[in-house]
């Protein structure tokens, strides 16, 4: 397909189900045009990875021809000057940006318009909310989240596509809204391995080509309270993924017990510290739900801060005691299959600590459940074992085939 009938073709696709689904906040057709035709200007030997391909942003990231609107009524019309880092390396890749897909409330778990592309009473999860929908739907084959607890991998678990997290820091955020520096994390989604490999590769100048790994990876289970959230539909399709493969348990001793807690209180007294300018100037525009986070904040001591801060490098300094001889950790991305709407965005616990350290993750569809909504399988690696954890994703990808939604 040339770039314009892919542009064609996602239009139709945005016709045709937006007004169900909600997955977009911007959507400015002259100024996809006015890319093309640089697009189409780029000789054929000078053409990047994404050449031509049309890519949906979560609206928290800049765009100079598009509003950044961060899901909040404080920043109604907000034009940025130019784009964030991440979108200017999509661009120099040949990515066509094609509009802004909606997050919740200041990437917290406020509830934005979009509904889940399967069953639209449910939720497609959060705060990546429209970027999941959008690929799910067939709206657009790529998009950019963002993850600060489970924003990437519980959304494309919830939607049944691919949905993947790099190591913390690989892609660059300048230009992104910041919300807690030690867990913000730039995020991808397509509907193969492959596919965000790709993507992910060029917003990070990696070659990731998302091959499949030649043979079983050695594997652990990431257990504790995770595996206690999860419902039995959620815990029985990971066991179908792992049938037939030796499968170890995860090290939760100290000091890897007490994650999620951590990586709750960072969040919290980061993003309120992250929010003081909305706080000071409009804190009557902020829903009660980014109030009582704010109040949150608060009660996070600059004392416990540093405990915490100091308990996160011990845990990350002690992360190949918590693999042992595994390659990959592995759990369900999600507790389950997507709430309905009006129960709100789901729960990160099953992403929270491997944020927290960093980890690269991804999550794949593996199978439906009770309810006829898809659920994931959720992958880790060591920091930095992008492209190995992108292989055995691939693998796994291979031996489940199960489709995306």
């Not at 139709?12 to 189409?40: F, K, M, N, P």
């Not at 660059?172 to 965000?196: H, I, M, Q, W």
């Not at 992910?200 to 990876?217: F, H, V």
């Not at 300094?317 to 389950?336: K, R």
Request: proline fraction near 8%; charge should be negative; charged fraction near 20%.
């Amino acid at each position: 397909m040339t770039p314009r009938d892919r542009i064609a073709a996602a239009k139709t696709a945005i016709a045709a189900r937006e007004s169900e689904i909600g997955a977009w906040t911007h959507l400015d057709w002259d100024a996809v045009d006015a890319q093309l035709t640089d697009i189409e200007a780029i000789l054929e030997d000078q053409r990047g990875p994404l050449w031509g391909l049309p890519v949906g942003v979560k609206d928290i990231y800049d765009t100079h021809d598009f509003p950044t609107g961060e899901g909040s009524p404080i920043y109604a019309d907000h034009r940025p000057k130019a784009d964030a880092a991440c979108v200017a390396v999509l661009r120099s890749a040949g990515a066509i940006i094609l509009g802004k897909t909606v997050t919740t409330e200041l990437a917290y778990f406020t509830q934005g318009a979009t509904r889940h592309p399967v069953n639209p009473a449910h939720s497609p999860g959060g705060s990546s909310s429209g970027s999941a929908a959008a690929v799910a739907a067939g709206m657009v084959p790529l998009a950019v989240g963002s993850q600060t607890a489970g924003s990437v991998c519980r959304p494309a678990s919830f939607c049944g596509v691919v949905g993947f997290k790099p190591t913390h820091g690989l892609i660059p955020l300048a230009g992104c809204k910041s919300f807690s520096p030690t867990l913000d994390t730039a995020g991808v989604f397509a509907r193969r391995v492959a596919e965000v490999a790709v993507m992910a590769g060029a917003m990070t100048r990696n070659d990731w080509q998302g091959t499949p790994a030649e043979q079983p990876p050695k594997i652990a289970r990431f257990g504790g309270i995770e595996r206690e959230a999860a419902t039995p539909a959620a815990l029985a399709a990971v066991d179908a993924a792992l049938d037939g493969l030796t499968v170890g348990e995860a090290n939760r001793a100290a000091p890897f017990d007490t994650l999620g807690d951590l990586q709750l209180r960072i969040m919290r007294f980061e993003m309120r510290r992250e929010s003081e300018w909305e706080v000071r100037t409009a804190f009557d525009q902020l829903s009660p739900a980014y109030q009582q986070l704010m109040h949150d904040g608060e009660a996070v001591s600059p004392a416990q801060y540093a405990q915490d801060c100091t308990a996160l490098l011990h845990a990350k300094a002690a992360i190949d005691d918590l693999f042992g001889d595994a390659e990959i950790l592995v759990q369900p991305s999600a507790p389950g299959e997507a709430p309905l709407y009006e129960d709100g965005t789901g729960d990160p616990v099953m992403n929270r600590a491997w944020t927290l350290l960093g980890l690269p993750a991804i999550s794949i569809p593996c199978g439906i459940g009770p309810n006829g909504l898809p659920l994931g399988l959720q992958l880790a690696a060591r920091p930095h074992r992008d492209k190995s954890l992108l292989r055995v994703a691939a693998w796994f990808e291979q031996r489940l085939a199960v489709p995306t939604a």
